[in-house]
């Protein structure tokens, strides 16, 4: 058997045994409402929409699909994920959610029918969203057209394709909480913080994992080795970033333009990542990222 392979079996089975165990010996408590805030700001949604990723994993603009209808693949050890169509359409939407269902799935990773969604969901990041962003993304994506286009299932064999065993990998991996700010540190430190470990989910490609696929704690932001196309994530840590030229003002430019500080541009994953995200970004959350990131000796 491949090294693969056999590493996959192993994995499996560890979801299966420790997973399981967890699930059947613990329930999972879903609130009926978790939001407190219900009136929302469209375009300011549409900003965090654009902070959060939204765009680039739920729209295949490569296959000319058409807004948030449904994303590209993402391929991983586990299978292939494609993000799933949410725009308002009822059929195949959003289109029968309400905030509070949205809600849920942001800050609890659960579906409206109680389902746990996978981890390819960045839930883990999102539960930190403010209550206000949570209406503010409701908001703009009500105002999207709705696309009758049902979502692509997720190519996920064998063990892994079992979704009951994913509330015993929340028992374990998953952290629900909003953002607290940290005291003692400033206003745009503590902004930088909230985009990084939050809507931005800089660690979901960019901390190892074990192999059960939940992330590192220790090595935050210390790169995940292999991303789907043969890429690797760098390390981002204040001190690599450092080491390698990188300082808040060439960053900051940098998450704008997509620019190295030897002149050289970034691309696959992260080039993607400027032109859907960083680079609609105000100056000023460009300034607070890039502070955070080198003024974090934590790397929390």
Known sequence: MKRGLFAAALAGLAIFLTAGTVFLSTGETVPSEIITVREGDAERGAYVARMSGCIACHTNEAAGGALLAGGPPLQTQFGTFFGPNITPDKPHGLGNWTLDDFARALRLGISPNGKPYYPAFPFGFYTKLTDQDVADLWAAFQTVPGIPS???????????????????????????????????????????????????????????????????????????????????????????????????????????????????????????????????????DLEAIAHYLLNNPKQD
């Open 150 to 284: 049902p979502s692509k299932p997720q190519e996920i064999s064998f063990p892994f394709n079992q979704r009951w065993t994913l509330r015993g990998w929340k028992r374990l991996f998953f952290n629900p909480g909003v953002f607290q700010p940290q005291p003692g540190e400033s206003d745009l430190w503590n902004r930088g913080k909230y985009i990084v470990t939050g809507p931005a989910h800089c660690g979901a490609c960019h901390t190892p994992r074990n192999p059960l696929g939940g992330r590192n704690a220790e090595q935050a932001l210390h790169g995940a080795g292999e991303l789907p196309g043969n890429e690797r994530s760098p390390q981002i840590t204040a001190e690599a970033l450092r080491e390698k030229g990188w300082t808040e003002t060439n960053l900051a430019f940098g998450l704008r333009f997509g620019t190295k500080p030897n002149g050289d541009v970034v691309g696959g994953s992260m080039g993607e990542v400027v032109r859907d995200g960083t680079s609609w970004l105000t100056d000023e």
